[in-house]
């Protein structure tokens, strides 16, 4: 029988021999038996493997180090050690790819610095193992969450010829011959001769086109790549992230934020229930107490706050700021967090900002100045949800386009959806590598993602 580790580490002793696959953690010699720790990435622990030294060659065992890939089969048996329960006697051993002694992950700590440039093998280690199966169960949770709820799973493209918003600076997307580029008469670049005939780019959201199944399905939702050329050498943007975008139809901000507040919990909850030793991991080595805090969170209602409510508490603060703020400027990651680290002391949910600081599609409210936004601020991070509910009302969008100098007949399909049964909706992003990065504690979403793309960085 072969099992994966994380199985065999729950199996109770029994004299029928068991196959396990993997790679090699660490090798520890006594006098007659060498212990090796396996992994397979099923689980943080590994497991004990006992080599007894007279069953085998030596030569063998001197060729399994750190790193090798071995299988190893035996019975479990009742541990002799403190720190595992079972371990495998080990009957057959073979060593299916040995690893030289230059392997760069030898056994002490590295930084994530260090690791970041040996992306290919960090899932190797204790901190982004556990990394890549938290990053799993949320990814199945968000699934679970919106199919449990109804809603439809839709593929927006990821070639986009819309810009949505401006959400982002885009990556051109082109088949030119960039050292021979077409030219118009007027001088400018002449895509009709690109690839689509006319200028693309990478999606940097798929809401416009969500909004589309929206209006047509009622509940859909998205979980797919997302690109922004940020030019930002932050702790919290990614050049390529995924991003999830839920919109409802029928449904307004109230609507909105609430599904928002239970999906994070659910994910949340679908950790903290799934991946309890690697949490209890991020909490040892990572961030103390992310754990208690996360709990915290799934227990008690998001706080909610206007953004000029925001701005009234933030603003006899403006000496402890980098960026100080007044009525209609943008809250920044600062504002963010001293708003749901010193005020609130869990999540926030800022609504109703400044129509000049927003999306065009973003709907009005009566008060001419605000529109209906709103923004979910975790500790740590600020910014981790941002949505809306859309304009539906026809002449208000157009107005709101033409006031923003941008030409409706470039949305045209987008303003057709507020001429056939037009119906209030609403939706949001949650960038994935942000819960990610929320729920684990690691600092640096470069770290959340297997290969991250940023400024001047495209490796592997
Ligand atoms: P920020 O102000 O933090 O740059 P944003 O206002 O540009 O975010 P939105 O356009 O509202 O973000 O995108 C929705 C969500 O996508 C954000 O709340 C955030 O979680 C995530 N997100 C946005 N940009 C990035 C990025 N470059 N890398 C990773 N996640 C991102
Ligand atoms: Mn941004």
């Given amino acids: 029988m072969q099992e994966r580790i994380k ?3 729950q199996m109770e002793p029994s004299p029928e021999p068991i196959r396990a696959e993997g790679w090699v953690r660490t090798k520890r010699d006594s006098k007659n038996v060498s212990f090796l720790e396996i992994n397979d990435g099923s689980c943080l622990k590994g497991l004990q493997a006992v ?10 065992l001197d060729s399994i180090g750190t790193g090798a890939s071995v299988v190893a089969e035996g019975p479990i ?4 050690g403190g720190s595992q329960k079972t371990e495998m006697q080990v009957e057959k051993l073979t060593l299916v790819g040995a690893c030289p002694q230059d392997y760069p992950l030898q056994k002490k700590r590295h930084t994530v610095e260090f690791l970041r440039e040996k992306a290919y093998l960090r899932p190797r280690t204790n901190l982004f193992g556990a990394i890549a199966r938290v990053r799993n169960t949320m990814a199945y949770a968000v699934h679970s969450f919106f199919q449990e709820n109804g809603f439809i799973y839709v593929n927006t493209p990821l070639i986009s010829a819309s810009d949505c918003e401006g959400a982002g600076a885009q990556f051109q997307v082109t088949t030119l011959d960039l050292n021979n580029v077409p030219k118009t008469e007027d001088g400018k670049v002449d895509y009709s001769k690109d690839f689509f005939g006319k200028m693309a780019n990478l999606t940097v959201s798929g809401q416009l086109e969500g909004e589309t199944y929206a209006t047509a399905m009622k509940d859909i939702y998205t979980f797919g790549p997302t690109f922004r050329a940020e030019n930002s050498n932050t702790a919290r943007h990614l050049a390529e992230f995924w991003m999830i975008e839920p919109e409802m139809a029928f449904c307004t901000l109230e609507g909105d934020m609430e599904c928002a507040e239970k999906f994070l919990k659910y994910i949340f909850s679908a950790v903290l229930e799934k991946n309890e030793e690697d949490m209890e991991f991020f909490s040892k080595f990572v961030l103390d107490g992310v754990v208690d805090t996360l709990r915290h969170v799934i227990e008690s209602p998001f706080e ?3 953004y000029t409510d925001a701005i009234k508490v933030l603003e006899p603060n403006n000496d402890r700021f980098e960026f100080p703020v007044k009525w209609g400027v943008e809250i920044q990651s600062e504002h963010e967090r001293f708003l749901t680290e010193e005020i609130a002391k ?3 949910i800022v609504t109703d900002y400044p129509k000049d600081i927003k999306a065009f599609y973003m709907k009005l409210n009566e008060d001419g100045k605000t529109v209906r936004a709103m923004d979910v601020l975790a500790p740590r991070l600020g910014e981790i949800i941002g949505g809306s509910e859309r304009e539906y009302r026809y002449d208000v969008l157009v107005s709101r386009l033409k006031e923003l100098g941008m030409n409706p007949e470039d949305y045209w399909w987008y303003l057709d959806l507020r001429k056939y049964g037009t119906v209030p909706h609403a939706g949001f992003g949650l960038g994935f590598e942000r819960a990610v990065q929320y729920v684990t504690g690691v600092a640096n979403i470069r770290d959340v993602i297997p290969y991250p793309r940023y400024v001047k960085s495209c490796e592997f």
């Fill in 7 to 9: 199985a065999i580490l």
């Fill in 77 to 80: 048996v009742a541990s002799q």
């Fill in 51 to 60: 080599v007894d030294k007279e069953k085998f060659d030596q030569s063998l």
């Fill in 346 to 348: 869990r999540p926030v």
């Fill in 304 to 306: 909610h706050m206007t």
